[in-house]
């Protein structure tokens, strides 16, 4: 087959996969939508709250995220390689993996709502971050059981449900988060508390629904998931963790670079903070498309390693490349176009809106960069090559994206949109790094290796 006709055969095959996946990612950034729209319109004080209880809830609750994405290179290395009759034995490990992260998750949270004073965050902001902490903690255990079945499910190429529970979930999520925060139907009015009840009973639901969905559909019944249930394995938890956990670091390194840049604006006030807030989450939105692309790609290069097919690792990084290209250019336009029609979606209060709009602007900067890192750090997590790339994300987010940020927005005095640019250096940086070394390692790789 002619080499054109392959690649374009990939392109749609990894398109194929990957629209479910950044549907359903998207479907997830809409919760924070919901949030930030929830709370919004409940007052700028809620916002707030709710920005810095988000951020200090997914900053730890990045490595459980990142360390269950070995995962989806692992199923699709033994799909690729013809060992379907291992994934069960696989699958239930990482399950007792993912309730050991949800529980210490659980733990670590519990101990966050009595430090907010310390890290300096306004005063005004902190008995609400607190509530919402206290709430939304209920539902880790359930959140990380669902990426686990989740992950499953990608690394098989099927990807659908992905979507489909990311979208049911939003539509618990949007009633429920608005009865609670305002206090309809009788109930009383629990502000930024009650979305952390509502997302809490959002990732029990969606947990409970997929494994239900796996227990019972006709797709899953040959790998017999769970059946023969089997006790912790120490050695196979093991290599999930050695696989795991470097990419739970470096998810953890760009996330945190994010997270920590909205508990420094938390230090110049509720305007400020609210308003990186809506940018922010307008940019995780435009994020989730690449993304779901990533993980299309890890998959990808996954099975082709399992096939033994060298050529098939690159082909799968440029398709994934020609389709964030895409993606990427559709978002940049949209923000530069629409900054302040969107930033009014999110909030009345004019001082928030204008803030936000010209954040908007510095999000479109790093549109091509974030949509190449992310994406060439997928390929490298179908090599399962996990380690380098965690000490380049470290040099990028943290060698340079950090402190730029922080020099010139609280250092020079240029405020949010100082941090920002210390996020596009950061971007940058980790672009150029992770795909050369993907294109690098996808030469040297030894094919057939598990």
């Not at 990426?147 to 618990?172: E, I, K, N, Q």
């Not at 006030?269 to 922010?280: L, N």
Request: contains cysteine.
């Amino acid at each position: 087959m002619p080499a054109a006709v392959r690649f374009r055969a990939e392109v749609r095959a990894s398109a194929r996969l990957a629209a479910p996946l950044a549907a359903g990612h998207v479907s997830h950034g809409l919760v924070g939508f919901v949030d930030t729209v929830v709370a919004g319109h409940h007052g700028t004080h809620t916002l707030a709250a709710v920005a810095v209880g988000t951020a200090l809830f997914w900053l730890p609750m990045l490595v459980p995220l990142g360390m269950l994405m070995a995962v989806p290179p692992s199923v699709a290395q033994l799909d690729g390689g013809g060992r379907r009759g291992e994934i069960a034995a696989l699958f239930q490990q990482a399950l007792w993996l993912a309730l050991a992260l949800g529980l210490a998750m659980f733990a670590l949270i519990s101990l966050l709502p009595p430090l907010l004073p310390a890290l300096g965050i306004d005063p005004a902001i902190v008995p609400g971050a607190a509530q919402f902490l206290g709430a939304i903690r209920w539902g880790i255990p359930g959140f990380t059981l669902y990426l686990a079945m989740r992950y499953l499910s990608d690394g098989l190429h099927w990807s659908l449900p992905t979507m489909v529970f990311g979208f049911g979930g939003l539509v618990l999520l949007a009633p429920l988060g608005y009865v609670l925060t305002h206090g309809r139907l009788g109930l009383p009015a629990l502000g930024a508390a009650g979305l952390g009840w509502a997302s809490a009973a959002m990732f029990w639901v969606q947990a409970l629904a997929f494994a239900l969905y796996l227990a019972r559909a006709r797709r899953f019944a040959p790998l017999a998931l769970f059946a023969h249930w089997r006790r912790p394995h120490l050695p196979t938890l093991a290599g999930l963790v050695r696989t795991g956990l470097p990419i739970g670091v470096t998810v953890t390194m760009e996330g945190s670079l994010f997270i920590v840049t909205a508990l420094l604006i938390g230090r110049l006030g509720e305007v400020p903070v609210a308003a990186h807030q809506i940018a922010i989450n307008v940019a995780t939105l435009c994020f989730m498309l690449p993304f779901g692309i990533a993980e299309a790609t890890t998959v990808r290069v996954g099975h082709a390693r399992g096939r033994g097919d060298r050529a098939g690792l690159r082909r799968a990084w440029w398709a994934g490349l020609v389709l964030v290209l895409v993606t990427q250019a559709v978002s940049a336009a949209a923000l530069v176009g629409g900054h302040r029609a969107i930033a009014a979606l999110y909030t009345a209060d004019p001082l928030v809106a204008a803030l936000a709009a010209r954040l908007l602007l510095y999000a479109a900067l790093f549109q091509f960069p974030d949509g190449i890192q992310v994406l060439s750090a997928g390929a490298l997590r179908g090599l399962k090559d996990t380690r380098v790339p965690m000490w380049l994300a470290a040099l990028a987010y943290w060698g340079i994206g950090m402190p730029v940020g922080a020099g010139l927005g609280l250092g020079l005095g240029w405020g949010p949109q100082g941090m920002w640019l210390g996020l596009t250096a950061g971007l940058l940086v980790a672009a150029v790094l992770l795909a050369r070394r993907f294109l690098r390692q996808s030469q040297r790789v030894a094919l057939g290796a598990a």
